[in-house]
């Protein structure tokens, strides 16, 4: 559990302090109403849409993780898991609060942009070059990255012919072949076999013991389980605990599945003890940043 952390200290690869992020989302849930006011029908008219509704993604989340940690994020659907990712990524700006990172981080998501009418092999090549590598790096890493995939004949095929576990296993092996520090995985890995699984676990475990950070987000509280130290669980875009990726993971578990059988009020106590279980992190950017130049996706609080 990180408590009270002061700026900067040697290890930190990643610092998230009190962020929140909040959309502003069209609803239709006053148009539609039969009860809906008379000022929000006309606000309506006036507008021509529908009013909107503040969302908070996320609302105060604080953590600073380390070199040589993998982190996983469990939460349920909404809980704010992906938004934290992209906000530490440098995708999305906080409504409040600030991130720094070591070096930018790489994200490696479900939709990373690759092009379906080019082949694996292609897409290699392509997305390499996106992530900044020369092209004789590029040239010299195809070998590995393909082998990672471990696509067989279907690296030479259009990736729109792929299967969504066979995209899932490119993009993996794209964004790991970057070496990055600090590493992004929303979901990709639950989606491949248990061979690929396998190479891909190995893949991660070379980077977090080359001194990186790896986050992974995942619904599956075992493959958190089995593949980080350390795990954040989520709810409502806050910290419910954070802690040892088994204990967490357990706790989420079993919650979860409380909450599947409808049996709230036991849901409603371990949501309770597991918050009590962790001390809440407060992060404190206190000094200018000191080392080197760092990525901008920071706001004042
Ligand atoms: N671009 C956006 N515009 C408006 N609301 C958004 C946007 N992105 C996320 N949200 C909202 O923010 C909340 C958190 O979404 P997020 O995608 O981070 O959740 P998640 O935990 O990753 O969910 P899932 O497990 O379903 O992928 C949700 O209520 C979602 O509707």
């Known amino acids: 559990m990180v408590a009270n952390r002061l700026f900067w200290e040697d290890d930190v690869t990643v610092a998230v302090a009190n962020v929140h992020v909040h959309y502003r989302v069209p609803s239709t849930e006053h148009v539609s109403s039969s009860r809906s006011s008379r000022?929000?029908?006309?606000?309506?008219?006036?507008?021509?849409?529908?009013?909107?509704?503040?969302v908070r993604a996320l609302a105060g989340v604080s953590l600073a993780a380390y070199r040589g940690e993998s982190v996983g994020i469990v939460g349920t659907n909404g809980s704010g898991k992906s938004t934290l990712l992209r906000v530490i990524a440098?995708?999305?700006?906080p409504s409040r609060g600030q991130v720094v990172a070591e070096t930018s981080p790489v994200l490696l998501g479900v939709n990373a942009a690759l092009v379906p009418d080019l082949s694996g092999e292609q897409n290699v090549r392509l997305g390499c070059l996106a992530m900044g590598l020369s092209p004789e790096e590029t040239e010299r890493l195809i070998p590995d990255v393909v082998d990672l995939a471990g696509l067989g004949k279907a690296i030479h095929y259009p990736?729109?012919?792929?299967?969504?576990?066979?995209?899932?296993?490119?993009?993996?092996?794209?964004?790991?072949?970057?070496?990055?520090?600090?590493?992004l995985i929303d979901e990709a890995l639950s989606t491949g076999d248990a061979a690929f699984k396998e190479r891909s676990?190995?893949?991660?475990?070379?980077?977090?013991a080359h001194a990186g950070t790896v986050f992974v987000v995942s619904h599956a509280a075992q493959?958190?389980?089995?593949?980080?130290?350390?795990?954040?669980?989520?709810?409502?875009?806050?910290?419910?605990?954070?802690g040892p990726a088994v204990e967490t993971a357990r706790r989420y578990r079993?919650?979860?599945?409380?909450?599947?059988?409808?049996?709230h009020a036991a849901a409603k106590q371990q949501?309770?003890?597991?918050?009590?279980?962790?001390?809440?992190?407060?992060?404190?950017?206190t000094t200018p940043i000191a080392r080197g130049s760092w990525p901008r996706h920071a706001r004042p609080h």
């Open 90 to 93: 440098g995708l999305e700006v």
């Open 159 to 183: 990736m729109k012919t792929y299967s969504s576990g066979m995209g899932a296993r490119l993009r993996f092996a794209i964004a790991a072949a970057a070496n990055p520090k600090i590493l």
């Open 201 to 208: 676990e190995r893949r991660m475990e070379e980077l977090r």
């Open 223 to 242: 493959v958190i389980e089995e593949i980080c130290t350390r795990a954040i669980w989520l709810d409502r875009g806050r910290v419910v605990l954070d």
């Open 39 to 54: 000022s929000a029908r006309a606000l309506t008219k006036v507008t021509g849409g529908q009013p909107k509704v503040l």
């Open 254 to 263: 079993s919650w979860a599945w409380n909450v599947s059988k409808g049996e």
């Open 271 to 285: 949501l309770k003890e597991a918050i009590e279980a962790g001390q809440p992190s407060r992060i404190e950017l």
